[in-house]
């Protein structure tokens, strides 16, 4: 199995960016989804999550409102477009893959499968 996390980069405060992460082997299940993020010095923290078919969502609370996760047709291609970013959304976002898939966590213990990761910077 594999996650693939793509589409960061360099953004000015109150840009967009739009990560998209594969899954690739997870037949014949596919799995609900997670994207975490971890700053420099920071914990690891959870942003957004969805189930397998993309009918449940949830976010924390410091996103809510700014970014929104999907799903297209239960495909094996989760987004998370995140809009009016901030310098604090900085970090590194990872996508994550949890085999309980009817249902969204935040316990990043949860999820079995990790991408390998890509950076975000929010800067003038």
């Known amino acids: 199995v594999q996650l693939q996390a793509s589409g960061g980069g360099v953004v000015q405060p109150g840009g967009s960016l739009r990560l998209s992460c594969v899954a690739s082997g997870f037949t014949p299940y596919d799995p609900a989804i997670g994207w975490f993020r971890q700053a420099p010095g920071k914990e690891r923290e959870f942003v957004a999550g969805?189930?397998?078919?993309?009918?449940?969502?949830d976010y924390s609370d410091s996103v809510r409102g700014r970014f929104t996760i999907s799903r297209y047709n239960r495909a094996s291609t989760v987004w998370l477009q995140m809009n009016n970013l901030k310098p604090e959304d900085t970090a590194v976002y990872y996508c994550?893959?949890?085999?309980?898939?009817?249902?969204?966590?935040?316990?990043?213990?949860?999820?079995?499968?990790w991408g390998q990761g890509t950076q975000v910077t929010v800067s003038s």
């Open positions: 994550a893959a949890r085999m309980r898939r009817h249902s969204v966590s935040s316990n990043a213990d949860t999820y079995e499968y």
């Open positions: 969805l189930t397998w078919s993309g009918e449940k969502t």
